[in-house]
């Protein structure tokens, strides 16, 4: 396979990936045109979502989405057949701005990590006992009720917390606490398949 310039293909891909590795706006540019101009465009934007996490990753964690905006933006362009071809702004936007992006192979590093670890303790690996609140068997089974719900399995680490979110968890767990009483109160007796009073089957709905 090779580019309408006489350039092999996959090495051109290649090029064009460790230019933006690199931040080579320039280099970048000049290897995605390369394949661009030689009907490639369906694989670079695969590749261009690839690098978005591949090479940016949690560097801009939002730079997914824009690439992912621009490649509709592409999509809608290229549908109205212009002569004047518009198209070519969101691809070329997306090329610069990968080239420019801060960059982390943190997520890419993750999966042989993560994916090695998980072959290797795949069904030895326990649940963590903070995981088993009121909405599993084994937590109502410990007899785990609101207040652990409030103070271990909604734990959050790495807060940013809203100015009155502490004195909304107070509030939020006795109005919870007066919730369930009302509840135990009035709960009609109703079949597995009675929908919530909502409407909608419970997604921690457990069999009683």
């Given at each position: 396979m090779?580019?309408?310039?006489?350039?092999?293909?996959?090495?051109?891909?290649?090029?064009?990936?460790?230019?933006?590795?690199?931040?080579?706006?320039?280099?970048?540019?000049?290897?995605?045109?390369?394949?661009?101009?030689s009907n490639y465009a369906k694989y670079l934007w695969k590749r261009i979502i690839i690098m978005a996490s591949e090479d940016v990753g949690m560097a801009?964690?939002?730079?997914?989405?824009?690439i992912m905006a621009l490649k509709q933006s592409y999509d809608f362009l290229a549908e109205k057949k212009d002569k004047h071809r518009p198209e070519r702004l969101p691809f070329m936007h997306a090329i610069v701005a990968l080239a420019n992006a801060k960059k982390s192979r943190y997520?890419?590093?993750?999966?042989?990590?993560?994916?090695?670890?998980?072959?290797?303790?795949?069904?030895?690996?326990?649940i963590p006992d903070h995981c088993l609140d009121m909405h599993t068997r084994a937590g109502k089974a410990k007899g785990r009720g609101l207040d652990?719900?409030?103070?271990?399995?909604?734990?959050?680490?790495?807060?940013?917390?809203?100015?009155?979110?502490?004195?909304?968890?107070?509030?939020?767990?006795e109005a919870?606490?007066?919730?369930?009483?009302?509840?135990?109160?009035?709960?009609?007796?109703?079949?597995?398949d009675t929908p919530d009073h909502d409407g909608q089957q419970s997604m921690f709905g457990d069999p009683d």
């Amino acid at each position: 396979m090779t580019t309408v310039n006489g350039y092999d293909f996959f090495e051109c891909s290649s090029a064009l990936q460790k230019s933006i590795r690199r931040c080579e706006e320039g280099q970048a540019m000049f290897w995605a045109l390369e394949l661009y101009q030689s009907n490639y465009a369906k694989y670079l934007w695969k590749r261009i979502i690839i690098m978005a996490s591949e090479d940016v990753g949690m560097a801009e964690p939002g730079f997914p989405a824009v690439i992912m905006a621009l490649k509709q933006s592409y999509d809608f362009l290229a549908e109205k057949k212009d002569k004047h071809r518009p198209e070519r702004l969101p691809f070329m936007h997306a090329i610069v701005a990968l080239a420019n992006a801060k960059k982390s192979r943190y997520i890419d590093l993750c999966i042989s990590v993560y994916e090695n670890a998980h072959r290797k303790e795949a069904g030895k690996h326990q649940i963590p006992d903070h995981c088993l609140d009121m909405h599993t068997r084994a937590g109502k089974a410990k007899g785990r009720g609101l207040d652990y719900f409030y103070k271990e399995s909604a734990l959050i680490n790495n807060a940013n917390k809203m100015d009155r979110e502490e004195e909304f968890e107070k509030m939020a767990l006795e109005a919870d606490k007066e919730i369930e009483q009302y509840e135990k109160e009035h709960k009609p007796t109703r079949s597995n398949d009675t929908p919530d009073h909502d409407g909608q089957q419970s997604m921690f709905g457990d069999p009683d």
